[in-house]
C-alpha cells in the first residue's frame, strides 16, 4: 500500500498569514503514460462531508478560492493557502488515487494563531 | 444541485449486519467510479471499497475483504454496501462518494456503531 505521510499533525496561523501543509507519499503517483499526479487535497469541517480542493496535484477545484494552491510531483506534495482566513479553520487530507488501495495522509489540523 | 444521500447506519452488535445505501441525485451515477469511505471517531479518513461504472470491477481494504460488499443499482441512481460480520472496529461515519480525478462528490454520512 502507498502511505500518506502529512506534516505537520496541526499548525496555527495568524489571520492574513500563509500556511503550508506537506505530504509525502511512500511511492511515486505520477503516472508515466499521461505526466499526472493522481494526488488530491480535500478540507474537512466538523459535521461537514470533505470538500475537494486540489486534484492532479495542481489543479484548483470549481469554485475553490485562489489563496488555496497545491504543487509538487513524484513523491513530495504542499497544500498553500497563501492568506488565511478564519473559514479556512479546518482539517486537510491528501489522498492518493493511484493505486489501490486509495490512501489519505492522517490530516493536519489548521488553526487560528 | 448534486447530492449523495446515505440511509441504513445504526447500531449493530458485533458480528452483525448492516445495509447502507445511497441515493444520487443531480447527476448520473453511472458516470463515475463510486466509493465508501470511512472515519472512525476521533481518527482519519479511510477509504474503504470501490465499484467501477458498470459493476464490473470492485477493490476494497484489506481490513473489510470477505466482511463487506459493494453494490450499485444505475438504474436506480443508486449505491450499497452490505456489512457483515462487524467488528467494533467498523464503528465509524460511512461516506458515499463519487471519484473522477479524486473524489469529487460526497454525502454527509451514515454512522455505523458497533457495541454490546
Known amino acids: 500500500d502507498i502511505v500518506m505521510t502529512q506534516s505537520p499533525d496541526s499548525l496555527a496561523v495568524s489571520l492574513g498569514e500563509r500556511a503550508t501543509i506537506n505530504c509525502k507519499s511512500s511511492?511515486?503517483?505520477?503516472?508515466?503514460?499521461?505526466?499526472?499526479?493522481?494526488l488530491a487535497w480535500y478540507q474537512h469541517k466538523p459535521g461537514q462531508p470533505p470538500k475537494l480542493l486540489i486534484y492532479w496535484a495542481s489543479t484548483r477545484e470549481s469554485g475553490v478560492p485562489d489563496r488555496f494552491s497545491g504543487s509538487g510531483s513524484g513523491t513530495d506534495f504542499t497544500l498553500t493557502i497563501s492568506t488565511l482566513k478564519a473559514e479556512d479553520v479546518a482539517v486537510y487530507y491528501c489522498h492518493q488515487f493511484y493505486d489501490i488501495p486509495s490512501t489519505f495522509g492522517q490530516g493536519t489540523k489548521l488553526e487560528i494563531k | 444541485e448534486v447530492q449523495l444521500v446515505e440511509s441504513g447506519g445504526g447500531l449493530v452488535q458485533p458480528g452483525g449486519s448492516l445495509r447502507l445505501s445511497c441515493v444520487a441525485s443531480g447527476f448520473s451515477l453511472r458516470n463515475y467510479w463510486m466509493n465508501w469511505v470511512r472515519q472512525a471517531p476521533g481518527k482519519g479518513l479511510e477509504w474503504v471499497t470501490n465499484i467501477k461504472e458498470d459493476g464490473s470491477e470492485e477493490y476494497y481494504v484489506d481490513s473489510v475483504k470477505g466482511r463487506f460488499t459493494i453494490s450499485r443499482d444505475n438504474a436506480e441512481n443508486s449505491l450499497f454496501l452490505q456489512l457483515n460480520s462487524l467488528r467494533s472496529e467498523d464503528t465509524a461515519v460511512y461516506y458515499c462518494?463519487?471519484?473522477?480525478?479524486?473524489?469529487?462528490?460526497w454525502g454527509q454520512g451514515t454512522l455505523v456503531t458497533v457495541s454490546t
Open positions: 511511492r511515486s503517483v505520477l503516472s508515466r503514460s499521461n505526466n499526472k499526479n493522481y
Open positions: 462518494a463519487a471519484s473522477g480525478a479524486g473524489i469529487v462528490y
